[in-house]
T-cell receptor, first 118, second 114 residues
Framework: NAGVTQTPKFRVLKTGQSMTLLCAQD?????MYWYRQDPGMGLRLIHY???????AKGEVPDGYNVSRLKKQNFLLGLESAAPSQTSVYFC?????????????????FGDGTRLSIL | GDSVTQMEGPVTLSEEAFLTINCTYTATGYPSLFWYVQYPGEGLQLLLK?????DKGSNKGFEATYRKETTSFHLEKGSVQVSDSAVYFCALSLITGGGNKLTFGTGTQLKVEL
């Protein structure tokens, strides 16, 4: 069972370079998310998507762009990398909430991408 | 805004000791509550959840009870093992028109020694 797969696992960039992180899920989930994890700050939501062709901003969206052209894939782009974007990036996916109150579906996470910007 | 506060770590225990990791939350609505665990080099895994007041989530010997009156969701385990060493995250989720986004605490590192 693949679940949520992130590529690459590690990457080192120079300031100003661009790159794209790929997230793929095989669980037919509607919702997908990108987080960054920094020491002492937990996980913070960058962008998310509630369905194919839709994206929305999270808590810390500046400097990032995303695309959801296919339901199973969610791409995170850095157009001009900055040292402040050095972090571990996690992708997650979930089913959409069911009908009624308290139907939150748990999120399933990938193993992360460790990104260093020099 | 919504927030989650966890006790700071690291927490270091001997094997078979009792574990409590405190978690309190602030939310404008009626959230669902989760505990996630992150083992070294891996992503987060759902450990347990509770969706309404007085619900008890449990898994792998861990448990937590949703206490609305104290806005808390403390994680407990009666006897920890070395294999429980990991970082534990408390989180809340509110259903909104924009998806069930999670708000995480900062995480608590647990180290269990022989």
């Amino acid at each position: 069972n693949a679940g949520v797969t992130q590529t690459p696992k590690f990457r080192v960039l120079k300031t100003g370079q661009s790159m794209t992180l790929l997230c793929a899920q095989d669980m037919n989930h509607e919702y997908m998310y990108w987080y960054r994890q920094d020491p002492g700050m937990g996980l913070r939501l960058i962008h998310y998507s509630v369905g194919e062709g839709t994206t929305a901003k999270g808590e810390v969206p500046d400097g990032y762009n995303v695309s959801r052209l296919k339901k199973q894939n969610f791409l995170l782009g850095l157009e001009s990398a900055a040292p402040s974007q050095t972090s571990v990036y996690f992708c997650a996916s979930s089913y959409s909430p069911g009908q009624g109150l308290n139907s939150n579906q748990p999120q399933h996470f990938g193993d992360g991408t460790r990104l260093s910007i020099l | 805004g919504d927030s989650v506060t966890q006790m700071e770590g690291p927490v270091t225990l001997s094997e078979e000791a009792f574990l409590t990791i405190n978690c309190t939350y602030t939310a404008t609505g009626y959230p669902s509550l989760f505990w996630y665990v992150q083992y070294p080099g891996e992503g987060l895994q759902l450990l347990l959840k509770a969706t309404k007041a007085d619900d008890k989530g449990s898994n792998k010997g861990f448990e937590a009870t949703y206490r609305k009156e104290t806005t808390s969701f403390h994680l407990e385990k009666g006897s920890v093992q070395v294999s429980d060493s990991a970082v534990y995250f408390c989180a809340l989720s509110l259903i909104t028109g924009g998806g069930n986004k999670l708000t995480f605490g900062t995480g608590t590192q647990l180290k269990v020694e022989l």
